[in-house]
Every structure is written in structure tokens, then in C-alpha cells.
């Protein structure tokens, strides 16, 4: 998939920007705070219809603006061009359209158009709770698998169904609980083995990827571990309920699950050191555009690379671009505020590409000698 041009209105600091992009390499550059994440952002907006950074969306608005409008055009690999919409207005519901024609789930959109994105608030996954690393197999996952988005949305509706009944100050109504409890079971064993099948596949790639960036030098693994490997999913959350009630909330599921992150033996957590932090983020990225590239919906996914090269010696900055630069992937956006990083990887480029400027919301496209 190619993103050939974007419109955007009043999308956090972008007033007004309409940009044509080259079907290889796009390149941003400016100093922090211009917009250029705000630029990758609504790219990251047509496809998972939602901020990659601020899930309430009013937030997302232009400052004393009562609406924002984010527009694809794309093209597909068999050269069919495609045309999403997003707009919204304050105090209304976002509208999303495919093609002029409007969605009536917004689940329905998300795969069509596969991403990934990689960025400094990446970290949150090595330094933060389990809900990152749930959040990153969700959102590999759902890209390219239907049935387990949906087991997902169902799983999340009947444990906030459950969490309402625990927390009731009478004692809830068992036959109620029990049908909540059966839905959480049925629709967790999906999420569990999916999400199985995928770490399993997915390892490989990934200490592949950490080897070639950081030329061997560490080991590296990734260890998934879920309350449903314990046995029966049911007959598990069921014998907690005494201790949920006591609680209000669910202590079993699917939605404790977490990926243990280790560099040697020990967690990454604790033991690496900043470039070693960087290195696993980054391959963990790589290896999920390499995966979405081979599971998904036969279309190359989009690459959005923003500031990546931050913390990393020039060892592993060179091995980034030798691979950023490869024939295996797709359209590239990536942002910097140091202008040689961009240089390195346009050296290597065969194909075309496009060099941005980016100042207080207003991005221009660099022309001949400037670029």
C-alpha cells in the first residue's frame, strides 16, 4: 500500500497541509515540537482510526477549532486507488468513510491499511506495566486477523460486564456472572492460542532482526506468559470469584497476559543499558512490519520511523539504515532533527524520495539543492 497524498485540517497544530509523497522514502526534518510526530500521527489516524499518542479525540483538535479533517489517497499494489476519510466535529461522533461510503464499525477499517510505527514513547513497552506488551500483540494481530479482533472486543465487553457485577454493592446475580464468565472463557481461549501461534512465529524474526542491528553482540528472547497455559480458562476465573468480589475486579484472564522481555537471561527491564533498550524496540518493529508483511492482507505495510536514531551508537545507527534502505520494505516516513542521519539513509537509496521541512505546523517539500 502507498500513501500517494494526504489533506489534513486542524490536527493539532497542523492548520492546513496537503502533501504529495514519493512511494519510497519521506523524510522530515525539524526541530522538536514543529510537528512532525503530528505529521506521522494522522498518517498512523487512517489507519487504526485513532491516535497512536491521545486516545480522546476532542484532545486532538486544534487549539479554538471545532472540527479536524485527516484524507488519504492511496494506492494499492494492483494500482487501485483508495480514498479515506476521517473527520469529526466537537461534541459529535467521528465519521470515517472508504471511499466516500462510511463504516459502520470502525473495526471494520482497521487491517486494510497495515502500519507500523516506531517512536520514542516505544520505551513504555520495556519500562511499562503489561497493558504495552498486550497492546502491542493486539495491534500486530488485529491487523491481519479478523476473528481475533472480534474475540478481543467481545472478550473486553464481557470482563467491563463482569467487573460492573463484582463491584455492586448487593450480591450479584450468579446466572448473570456465570453467562459473563462463559464469554470471557470462550472468547480468552481464542485471544490465548492467536496470540500463541503469533509469539512462536514472531521470535525468530525478531532475534534476527537484534542481531543484525546490533552485529551480534547480545542475545536476546521474548517469553509469553498468560493465566490461560494454567488450564481450564472457566473453571480458573470461577474459582477466583470469591477473591475478584472482594476486590471488584477480575484477577484472571487474558487481560493479565504479558511478554517477558530478556536480553542474556535477565530482563531488559533492569539490565540493558539505553542503546540496548533502543535496539530491542527497534527489532521488535522491524520484525513486526517483516511479520504484517507475510501474514497480512498481501499489501507491504507503511513504516513510520520517528526519531529513531536517538541513543544509538554509530555502529547501530548504520545497521538501521542499511536495513531501512533494503528492498524489504515499503513506503518509509521518518523524522529527525539531525539532518546526517537522513543524509546516510538517501545515500543508500536507490528509488526516489521526498525531503520535508517542518516549522510551527507548516511542512514544505525541499526542493533540488535545499533537499
Not at 491481519?144 to 472486543?153: F, G, H, S, V
Not at 527489532?283 to 499489501?299: C, E, P, Y
Request: proline letters at 2%; aromatic letters at 10%; charged letters at 25%.
Amino acid at each position: 500500500m502507498i500513501l500517494k497524498q494526504i489533506s489534513i485540517l486542524n490536527y493539532k497544530n497542523l492548520e492546513q497541509v496537503d502533501l504529495a509523497f514519493s512511494p519510497n522514502m519521506n523524510c522530515f526534518i525539524g526541530q522538536n515540537g514543529m510537528g512532525k510526530t503530528n505529521l506521522l500521527d494522522a498518517v498512523y489516524y487512517l489507519s487504526f482510526c485513532k491516535s497512536a499518542t491521545n486516545p480522546i479525540d476532542s484532545q486532538n483538535m486544534m487549539h479554538n477549532q471545532d472540527f479536524f479533517v485527516i484524507q488519504g489517497f492511496y494506492q494499492t499494489e494492483l494500482g487501485d486507488v483508495e480514498e479515506v476519510y476521517c473527520g469529526m466535529k466537537r461534541r459529535q461522533k467521528k465519521m470515517f468513510k472508504r471511499n466516500k461510503k462510511e463504516y459502520s464499525r470502525l473495526s471494520d477499517h482497521i487491517g486494510f491499511i497495515p502500519l507500523v510505527m516506531v517512536s520514542p514513547s516505544d520505551a513504555e513497552l520495556i519500562s511499562g506495566g503489561s497493558e504495552e506488551r498486550r497492546r502491542f500483540m493486539d495491534v500486530v494481530i488485529s491487523q491481519y486477523d479478523k476473528e481475533y479482533l472480534e474475540a478481543l472486543i467481545r472478550y473486553n465487553k464481557a470482563l467491563q460486564q463482569r467487573n460492573t457485577l463484582l463491584k455492586a454493592e448487593q450480591e450479584p446475580d450468579e446466572e448473570l456472572l456465570s453467562v459473563w464468565e462463559e464469554m470471557m472463557a470462550a472468547t480468552g481461549e481464542v485471544v490465548y492460542r492467536k496470540r500463541c501461534e503469533f509469539i512462536n512465529e514472531f521470535i525468530p524474526t525478531f532475534q534476527t532482526f537484534y542481531s543484525h542491528i546490533s552485529q551480534d553482540q547480545e542475545q536476546v528472547n521474548l517469553t509469553y506468559q498468560s493465566h490461560a497455559s494454567q488450564g481450564n480458562l472457566l473453571q480458573l476465573i470461577q474459582e477466583h470469584r470469591g477473591k475478584d468480589r472482594i476486590m471488584g475486579y477480575s484477577l484472571k484472564g487474558v487481560h493479565k497476559d504479558d511478554l517477558v522481555m530478556q536480553i542474556g537471561e535477565y530482563p531488559i527491564k533492569r539490565e540493558g543499558s539505553q542503546g540496548q533498550n533502543k535496539t530491542y524496540l527497534i527489532a521488535l518493529k522491524l520484525a513486526q512490519f517483516d511479520f504484517l508483511r507475510r501474514t497480512g492482507s498481501n499489501t507491504t505495510p507503511l513504516l513510520l520511523l520517528d526519531d529513531i536514531f536517538d541513543k544509538l551508537d554509530a555502529s547501530r545507527v548504520e545497521q538501521i539504515v542499511k536495513l531501512v534502505a533494503g528492498d524489504k520494505f515499503g513506503q518509509i516516513f521518518i523524522t529527525d532533527t539531525n539532518r546526517e542521519h537522513l543524509d546516510k539513509i538517501m545515500q543508500k537509496i536507490e528509488g526516489d524520495y521526498k525531503v520535508f521541512s517542518v516549522e510551527n505546523g507548516r511542512i514544505q517539500e525541499r526542493k533540488g539543492e535545499e533537499a
